[in-house]
């Protein structure tokens, strides 16, 4: 038996079949933002009948994906389970509620692992419980959290969720003292492009984008998804001036700029915003429907977004740049910024020179 975080007990078949709602659920992450990535499954005398997931931004919803797709196929629901990643939303949006078409389709047990912060979402347990459906709620909750935690971080705390991402030499530096800064990382590089289909926007400063020229797109891993929206931190306008040389203005995907030159005249794809300070820009994408972001660099912006950043992805490469560039060389009282992170996660290349230290916000330590 594992004990709910509310007030039900689950059985272990039930552990396995959310367990398979959360490996579909992550099957919509990078497709479906600023909306949650969830993921359904229906059961009938314990063997699953049905299956669904949040496929794209306004797209079917997970449940009703998985109900449509049994009767398409005759299947009969009545007296069925469904297993949710997500509380199922009573409201009509971009799709009509899930708890009528739940419903209307005769499942009697609904467990679900997380209720819904969003409050235009209405009350879908109640509404099924009223409806005389079963209903559990807390099974692998803290999983099912950590799925969506695009969804959870932005419609709770109207803010974006923060990634820091860089690749660095063992001794701190993200460039040589040339400026030089590419190849420090090679093998991880394929997770920084997963990365970047996870998160909805990549942010950077105009001093990486004139030295790199970078691309910011997606490559390396598959996706259906070419580019994330790409944010330049451009106070002066550089970048803008020269925009026809640089890759990241590339049509396939917006551009966002924040700069003095909010009046500059751009392409149909390109935003120009006058704002400045790093928490009025998150707010400023927030409330464009951003709500995630992949921070790229350089050491300024890096420096900037580190009071920001619920995760931080630090790759090393086994390599000492000396009197280069420090990751925060833009902070100046060190001792005074707490660094409140944990690691999560660690991942070794197969070269053996290159590691990958993954951190999440944390209060105690
Ligand atoms: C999703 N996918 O599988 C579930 C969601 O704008 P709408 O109509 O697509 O509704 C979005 C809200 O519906 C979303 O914020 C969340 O609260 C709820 N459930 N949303 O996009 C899903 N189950
Ligand atoms: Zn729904």
Known sequence: MVKGVFEHEFELEDVKFMKRALVLAKRGIGYVNPNPPVGAVIVKDGAIVSE??????????????????????????????????????????????????????GIRRVIVACRDPNPVSGDGISKLRNAGIHVAVGLLESEAKEVMKFFMKSVVQKLPYVTLKYASSLDGKIADRGGNSKW?????????????????????????????????NIRLV???????????????????????????????SKVIVFSRLADYPVEEHIRVINVR????????????????????????????????????YAFYGLKVLGDGKGIFSGISNTIATPFEYCITKTVVAKNRSEFLVVMKRCSQG
Not at 65 to 85: C, H, K, P
């Open 52 to 105: 669904g997931y949040h496929e794209r931004y306004g797209g079917f919803h997970a449940e009703r994906n998985a109900i449509l797709r049994a009767l398409e196929r005759g299947v009969d629901l009545s007296g069925t389970t469904m297993y949710v990643t997500l509380e199922p939303c009573d409201h009509y949006g971009k799709t009509p509620p899930c708890t009528d078409l739940i419903i209307e389709a």
């Open 184 to 216: 420090i990382t090679n093998e991880l590089r394929k997770i920084v492009h997963k990365l970047r289909k996870e998160h909805m926007a990549v942010l950077v400063g105009a001093g990486t984008v004139l030295k790199d020229n970078p691309q910011l």
């Open 222 to 252: 598959k996706s259906k998804k070419r580019a994330p929206i790409k944010v330049i931190l451009d106070w002066e306008g550089k970048t803008l001036r020269k925009r026809a040389e640089l890759n990241v203005y590339s049509p396939e």
């Open 277 to 312: 300070e790093p928490i009025e820009i998150l707010k400023t994408l927030w409330t464009l429907g951003v709500d995630s972001i992949l921070v790229e660099g350089g050491a300024e912006v890096f420096s900037q977004f580190l009071p920001y950043a619920d995760e931080i």
